[in-house]
T-cell receptor, first 110, second 113 residues
Framework: QKEVEQDPGPLSVPEGAIVSLNCTYS??????FMWYRQYSRKGPELLMY????GNKEDGRFTAQVDKSSKYISLFIRDSQPSDSATYLC??????????FGKGTKLTVNP | NAGVMQNPRHLVRRRGQEARLRCSPM?????VYWYRQLPEEGLKFMVY????????ESGMPKERFSAEFPKEGPSILRIQQVVRGDSAAYFC???????????FGPGTRLTVL
């Protein structure tokens, strides 16, 4: 079983839709949870950073962590064509290295 | 405040040559991390360094790969005798302290002919 599982998609939605992106993990040692956005041929850009169960909101983005189910989510409200990118979940615990999911490729169609 | 800087952005090497990738962390950041992204794969941790110290190299291949972060100057990831399988995007990240989030650079795309 992989440490972090993320559906690679691709995911295609119309502009204005609510997008739900998810990762599951198997290692209970993970305590820090991040979402990065990566545009094609660019470096990952940090979107959200949480370290506890529950919700964290930042503008149109909401990160949700359920440690009991080992499940994390990122919701994007009112999606825009500029949100088209690959979204990576990243987890950390027990060491400083980030363990990434493979990423979900999202396309928001105008 | 400049972000993490990496150079070169693109590097082409022939099999058997050496590749040197450079990373300058964000101002005030003393922790540097290297990750590799193979085509159609996720980012994989390679090594974590502080100034003059390698803290965790559990993700580094045992041969041909080395990293350093000298007291002065950028962090260097060196790949000796490159092979086609080394072709990938190499990303550097930095953080100000431990247990803080990591900020990524734009990456160096290595192509081995």
């Amino acid at each position: 079983q992989k440490e972090v599982e993320q559906d690679p998609g691709p995911l295609s939605v119309p502009e204005g839709a609510i997008v739900s992106l998810n990762c599951t993990y198997s290692n209970s040692a993970f305590q820090y949870f991040m979402w990065y956005r990566q545009y094609s041929r660019k470096g990952p850009e940090l979107l959200m950073y949480t370290y506890s169960s529950g919700n964290k909101e930042d503008g149109r983005f909401t990160a949700q962590v359920d440690k009991s189910s080992k499940y994390i989510s990122l919701f994007i409200r009112d999606s825009q064509p500029s949100d088209s990118a690959t979204y990576l979940c990243a987890l950390k615990g027990g060491s400083e290295k980030l363990v990434f999911g493979k990423g979900t490729k999202l396309t928001v169609n105008p | 405040n400049a972000g993490v800087m990496q150079n070169p952005r693109h590097l082409v090497r022939r099999r058997g040559q050496e590749a040197r990738l450079r990373c300058s962390p964000m101002k005030g950041h003393s922790h540097v991390y290297w990750y590799r992204q193979l085509p159609e794969e996720g980012l994989k941790f390679m090594v974590y360094l502080q100034k003059e110290n390698i803290i965790d190299e559990s993700g580094m291949p045992k041969e041909r790969f080395s990293a350093e972060f000298p007291k002065e100057g950028p962090s260097i990831l060196r790949i000796q005798q490159v092979v086609r399988g080394d072709s990938a995007a190499y990303f550097c990240a930095s953080s100000p302290v431990r247990e803080d989030t990591q900020y990524f650079g734009p990456g160096t795309r290595l192509t081995v002919l």
